[in-house]
């Protein structure tokens, strides 16, 4: 009896452990508050916004119709082949499981990262095929693993008693093999869809432009904090299927219960009909989430496209839609969240994009690189409304403003927690005071946090000195111990949920964060800081870049910039957009606008040469692996 | 029967074209410099002091965890192997529904759960009991993974559970061996293959994992994982291609010793 | 009654009382009072799911009864796990351990106990060579015949030396030849090491040839206790008849004592004490009738199929509109008339149950 308990209780505290996540994020999904952090009341918003966000419905869309039809082809050739191994002798067919295995097995970056260069090598343009290509190979190893046991449990003289009778050799199998393995076709076809569902890794790897999946886009989110969206997707996604499961479960119990009393031999026969009933409604499940999403979308098929390439959560998506409205141009819209990755996307051409924003020391990167078309003014005449003083900052990483427009402007500064700490801070020394253990929030990005360190020891930040450069990363090395987590965006969700004291975060994410928590204050220290700018540049392969001048252009209209101001938070050198600000506090709060002094206490970065960066990164790596 | 044998090729085809012929590139990225000329240069990057750490670092936390995995999921598969379920299909649809919620949400969602004021530290403060503070720790990482791979335990060795023959277990309780040794003579030697199966399935994504360590490590930590990711984030494809090289090994290991032990080699096991 | 008698000369081993065992609404036992002597060679017989096996499993330890007590040699031992019991089974499927090699399948129970490896060395080579199978200690149970792994599995089991083995359907995965080869081998075996078998079979020929008592059973219910001739010669009701051998059972009507009406002719029989006009189940086996000329025949028919059976001639006989089984040395060709003429003693008389629980409270005594 004892024995019996501790048994239930053992069972249930696992499934707390593997439903408790889902559980927090089924509560999520009706929290007023979009932080992660804070409990904001209940909601239904985001189940209705949800089917308004375009982004999110296209992602859903192609993650749905990536893993049907991933699936499918892999159902189909997976079983071909399970079939033809089953009839081969003994050394090929283990020949052939073994590379079956290799997917299974070998880790995921691996698969993902030889899938990639193989298409980077064959220069075939990464998009929604190389994704599909991707995954219906590491599907077809589950499909051959449920198909082949039990191809091997079926009687060989049934197939040939059924040619014996003059069935054809399709006739026969289709009439007596299929039917004996259809639950492991099904079964297979099920894991498959299921684990391409879930796939972030190779995805991540293999796919190209406007190409999302859910899970590449809750990986860009997972920076800038998830859309509350996401949590009511997911939630509607997951009690779906559980209700599904619940119907498909509970039918053929109730008949077994009663076959038992009757009689026990005869029970395993006659689950066949409902092993075809059970996929059948899966498959009309899955057909109508499709179409559902599909309704939700838009599609992109014309010729008259515009591929941007943009930081995660870096403009208002009412925009884009607008710009779409307006100009009858079909905008495929990409995110990254480090200058790095969209350097190298860039770079190998894999993938062609019509306008990228990257900053300042990476335009100079990319211009140095030969990587960008020159700006035809002619098509841009709002750049009168960019404030003379960001131009000509501009001017430090592009001279005479040929390649970039600016379109966001900020500092790097220090978030803290008035009720945390003991006084008001004004010094990059509170980052490495020992008083703060584990309640420090550090940046997690090379070039900021080696800038910081630089800056707290008086040197630039763009310093290329290697006694000095050691001399930070000493420093950063002794900070470790006192850093809670090294983090980018996430610090938002942290401060706001109280979870440390102090954070590093850019001026922009720091109006946001205030706003859901008063106790939060925002400086830039005395000892000066970055200032960057991020700007709207045009890669040289790109292939509408008229189109891509339009959209600068149209984000360069002070209405726009404003709408895109409210909705991102980060400073605009829009100088007509500024005076249309409503809010007072806004218009002349010095987070979002620094006063001249604040300002020039301030160095933008630079590139630095690939030898200098990589060094960077190795003494970055140094850091955060010891 | 030979007509059956052409029923391969797309398979043999699309196996050559999407895993072989990558992985040979991935071999070629991993032996030659940018500019194409042959060097061991990358695959020495794995001495490096810092790339030894993580990859050090990495075989301990996935090791700790493929050991926890085992020690929970075993006796997890024994109960419900036991359980007169009317459908096997329905155990295994229950550590497979997790999955139709997003991987990377469910791990952020443990993120929401064991932050200092996360959920599981304010339902103990209300309890008056003293929070636990692992997050942004190894500990955080290896319950992240022990959480996100325990299923690819369960499921191979519930698998083999089910197969044995009770009679088998009934002959040996017959012989005389209590229950300990019919565990440990019988039981556990006859669902070896199912347990071999879940070491592989969880200590191959558990080392080679980047977003795991990611999303509850804080960042302080760093796996071979991440810096395989980081080397090809920044481009520097042929140091990345190095370290992969070094991570197969450990996979080819443990794919032999899967072979080693599923003497059918037909993998029936992992599901 | 019989029983009681034997009873006395040997010793009750195993004592089943009033077991009854349920599988939710299903009860596959109910009441079930039986006991084994020593040195007995016990039959379980029945149809499948008449309650054999789970018989065999309560005494064997693997399942638990809802009610009543297995005592065994004086001991109650309902609630003793399976290896704190003195007895040890061989299984239908063999049971072998695969993963080991037949060496340490056999030593598997020795090695429990502890043994010491020259006992057990030994042992393995007396059992193997008692099963006819030395030489056989390294291979592995998976490279055996089903009739070399039987006989393993029996080896395993004996080494211990056990009071009772129990023997579930042990030659029913095996084919007809080798299954009357290891019929007679079953027996020596018995008989050299003098213990308890409790078989479990639905073979009845099987057990026929092997047993000292049949038990046979249905739904859960003994309908018959006895010798093997007393269960072929005299079964106590239609469902033993239908099931030992082959045999014509009609309905009938006892007109008085030792004399029945069979299909609207008088028959006559030595039975007596069934009461007047009383409807009856009447056992006739077809060995025991005799076809003779129409005119000596007490009933008259005409001969409908003829096989050719080896040892007899199987014949039906229709007449008085019944299909009659009749086994024959003599032939008589399809078509012929014929007279059927049966012994009185041949003729067996069975109340007609007029419910099920009634047969079974009559049976169960």
Redesign the interface.
């Known amino acids: 009896m004892v024995k019996k308990i501790t048994?239930k209780l053992?069972?249930a505290l696992?499934?707390i452990?593997?439903?408790?996540?889902?559980a927090?994020?089924i509560v999520?999904s009706f929290n007023k508050s979009k932080s992660?952090?804070k409990w904001g009341g209940f909601t239904l918003q985001w189940y209705k916004e949800l089917f308004a966000n375009q982004q999110i419905m296209n992602a859903l869309y192609t993650t749905l119709v990536l893993a049907l039809v991933s699936a499918l082809v892999a159902t189909i050739?997976?079983t071909?082949?399970s079939?033809?191994?089953n009839?081969?002798r003994r050394s090929p067919?283990?020949i052939?499981?073994?590379?079956?295995?290799?997917?299974?097995?070998?880790?995921?970056?691996?698969?993902g990262?030889?899938?990639?260069?193989?298409f980077v090598?064959i220069n075939y343009t990464l998009g929604f095929t190389s994704v599909l290509?991707?995954h219906?190979?590491f599907n077809?190893p589950?499909v051959i693993?449920?198909v082949?046991?039990k191809l091997?449990q079926t009687n060989k003289s049934t197939y040939e008693a059924a040619l014996d009778l003059g069935a054809s050799?399709m006739y026969a199998f289709r009439t007596v093999i299929l039917p004996d393995i259809f639950p492991g076709i099904m079964?297979g076809f099920l894991?498959a869809f299921?684990?391409s569902?879930?796939d972030?890794?190779i995805t991540h790897?293999t796919k190209g432009p406007g190409v999302n999946t859910?899970?590449t886009k809750?990986?860009t989110e997972?920076r800038k904090g998830?859309k509350p969206e996401?949590?009511a997707l997911?939630t509607l996604?997951?009690v779906s299927?559980?209700t599904l499961?619940i119907l498909i479960?509970r039918t053929?119990?109730e008949e077994?219960?009663n076959k038992?009393?009757k009689?026990?031999?005869v029970q395993k026969e006659s689950n066949s009909k409902f092993r075809i009933f059970k996929p059948a409604i899966i498959l009309i499940v899955i057909a109508a989430l499709i179409v559902g999403s599909f309704a939700g979308m838009k599609t992109t098929s014309g010729k008259n496209t515009l591929n941007v390439y943009n930081w995660g959560e870096y403009i208002d998506p009412e925009v884009i839609t607008m710009f779409e409205k307006e100009t009858g141009i079909d905008v495929v819209y990409d995110e990254f969240e480090?200058n790095?990755?969209m350097?190298?996307k860039v770079?190998?051409g894999a993938v062609k994009y019509d306008v990228v924003c990257p900053s300042d020391y990476t335009i100079q990167r990319m211009i140095e690189a030969d990587l960008l078309a020159e700006l035809n003014y002619d098509n841009i005449p709002n750049i009168k409304y960019i404030g003379k003083d960001y131009l000509q900052s501009a001017e430090a990483f592009d001279p005479g403003n040929k390649y970039a427009i600016p379109y966001c402007w900020g500092t790097v500064g220090i978030l803290y927690n008035k009720t945390m700490v003991d006084e008001p801070i004004d010094s990059w020394s509170a980052i490495f005071d020992e008083k703060y253990k584990?309640n420090i929030l550090m940046i997690?990005s090379v070039r900021d946090a080696m800038g910081i360190a630089l800056k707290y020891l008086g040197y630039s930040l763009n310093s290329t000195d290697r006694d000095e450069l050691e001399e930070a990363t000493n420093l950063l090395k002794e900070q470790?111990p006192l850093?809670?987590?090294?983090?980018v965006d996430q610090v938002r969700d942290?401060m706001i949920?109280?979870?440390?004291a102090i954070g590093i975060i850019y001026s922009g994410e720091a109006i946001y964060t205030r706003r859901e928590n008063p106790d939060l204050e925002y400086v830039v220290p005395k000892e000066g800081s970055n200032i960057w700018i991020d700007g709207w540049v045009i890669p040289k392969n790109s292939e509408n870049k008229e189109n891509a001048e339009k959209f600068i252009n149209f984000l360069c209209r002070p209405d726009i910039a404003l709408l895109n101001f409210d909705y991102i938070t980060y400073s605009t050198p829009n100088t007509a957009a500024r005076d249309l600000i409503e809010d007072e506090d806004i218009r002349n709060s010095t987070i979002a606008f620094p006063d001249s002094a604040t300002i020039s206490n301030c160095e933008t970065f630079k590139y630095l040469g690939d030898a200098m960066?990589?060094y960077y990164?190795?003494k970055w790596?140094?850091v955060?692996?010891q | 029967m030979n007509k059956k044998k052409w029923l391969a090729t797309p398979y043999i085809i699309w196996m050559a074209a999407f895993i072989i012929i990558p992985l040979i590139l991935v071999v070629y990225y991993g032996v030659t410099t940018d500019s194409g000329s042959f060097t061991l240069e990358n695959v020495k990057n794995i001495a490096n002091h810092d790339n030894m750490k993580a990859l050090l670092l990495s075989l301990k936390l996935s090791l700790i965890s493929t050991v926890i995995c085992l020690v929970l999921a075993y006796p997890l598969a024994m109960i419900l192997s036991k359980m007169q379920m009317n459908s096997h299909s329905f155990i295994v649809l229950i550590f497979i529904l997790p999955m139709w919620m997003n991987f990377l949400l469910r791990t952020l969602a443990w993120q929401t759960l064991l932050e200092k004021n996360g959920v599981i530290n304010t339902l103990l403060g209300y309890l008056g009991i003293p929070g636990i503070d692992i997050i942004n720790t190894p500990s955080a990482i290896i319950l992240g993974m022990v959480y996100n791979f325990l299923p690819f335990m369960v499921l191979p060795i519930y698998n083999t559970l089910i197969k044995l023959d009770l009679n088998v277990i009934n002959a040996a309780r017959d012989l005389g061996a209590n229950s300990t040794q019919t565990f440990t003579k019988i039981i556990f030697p006859l669902s070896l293959p199912g347990v071999v199966s879940g070491i592989t399935m969880v200590f191959v994504p558990a080392l080679t994992t980047f977003v795991i360590s990611d999303i509850l490590g804080g960042g302080k930590i760093l796996l071979i994982g991440n810096i395989i990711e980081q080397d090809f984030r920044s481009s520097r494809w042929n140091v990345g291609s190095g370290l992969s090289l070094v991570l197969m090994v450990f996979i080819l290991l443990s794919m032999a010793i899967l072979a080693k032990y599923d003497k059918d080699s037909e993998g029936t096991n992992i599901w | 009654m019989q029983c009681l008698c034997m009873g006395i000369a040997m010793n009750k081993l195993i004592d089943l009382q009033n077991i009854t065992k349920a599988y939710g609404d299903n009860i596959v036992l109910d009441d079930l009072n039986l006991y084994i002597k020593e040195n007995e060679f016990l039959t379980l017989l029945g149809p499948s799911g008449c309650g054999k096996t789970t018989t065999l499993r309560i005494i064997g330890g693997f399942e638990n009864p809802d009610q009543g007590n297995v005592i065994f040699d004086g001991k109650n031992i309902t609630k003793l796990p399976p290896n704190q019991r003195q007895l040890n089974t061989v299984f239908q499927k063999y049971a072998l351990f695969t993963h080991m090699t037949i060496a340490e399948n056999i030593a598997f129970g020795l090695k429990i106990k502890k043994k010491s490896k020259s006992y057990i060395d030994d042992k393995i080579k007396y059992a193997l060579k008692l099963v006819n199978l030395d030489g056989y200690e390294n291979r592995k149970p998976d490279s055996l015949s089903g009739g070399q792994q039987q006989r393993i599995a029996i080896a395993r089991a004996i080494v211990n030396e056990p009071k009772v083995l129990l023997l579930d359907e042990p030659l029913g995965a095996l084919d007809l030849k080798l299954r009357q080869d290891m019929q007679y081998e079953l027996i020596r075996l018995k008989n050299e090491l003098g213990i308890t078998f409790i078989y479990v079979t639905h073979d009845q020929e099987e057990a026929l040839t092997m047993s000292d008592t049949i038990v046979v059973m249905n739904q859960g219910y003994i309908q018959q206790i006895g010798t093997p001739e007393d269960i072929y010669n005299e079964p106590t009701n239609a469902f033993v008849a239908d099931f030992i051998g082959e045999s014509n059972i009609i309905a009938g009507t006892m007109i008085q004592d030792k004399l029945v009406n069979i299909l609207g002719t008088n028959f006559e029989c030595v039975d007596v004490g069934f009461g007047k006009n009383k409807p009856v189940d009447v056992v006739i086996r077809p060995e025991d009738i005799d076809l003779v000329a129409p005119e000596q025949g007490t009933i008259t028919g005409r001969v409908t199929s003829l096989i050719f059976k080896g040892v007899h001639y199987e014949m039906e006989v229709m007449a008085n509109g019944h299909e009659w089984l009749v086994h024959s040395t003599d032939l008589s060709p399809v078509g012929s008339e014929v007279g059927i003429h049966v012994d009185p003693f041949d003729i067996q008389i069975m109340n007609k149950p007029e419910s099920d629980d009634e047969e079974a409270v009559i049976l169960d005594e």
């Open positions: 048994q053992y069972i696992m499934f452990f593997l439903y408790a996540p889902i927090v994020l999520l992660r952090a050739i997976g071909a082949a079939i033809a191994m009839s081969m067919r283990t052939m499981m073994g590379i079956t295995n290799i997917p299974m097995l070998n880790a995921d970056i691996v698969t990262i030889s899938l990639m260069l193989i090598a290509i991707a219906i190979t077809i589950y693993l449920s082949m046991p091997k050799h079964s894991l299921t684990m569902l879930d972030f890794i790897f859910l899970s809750i990986y997972v998830i996401m949590y997911s996604l997951f299927v559980l499961l479960n053929p119990s077994k219960i038992r009393l009689k026990k031999a480090m790095e990755e350097y190298s770079e190998t584990n997690n470790k850093v809670q987590s090294y983090v942290k949920g109280n979870n440390a960066t990589a990164d190795d790596r140094e955060l692996s």
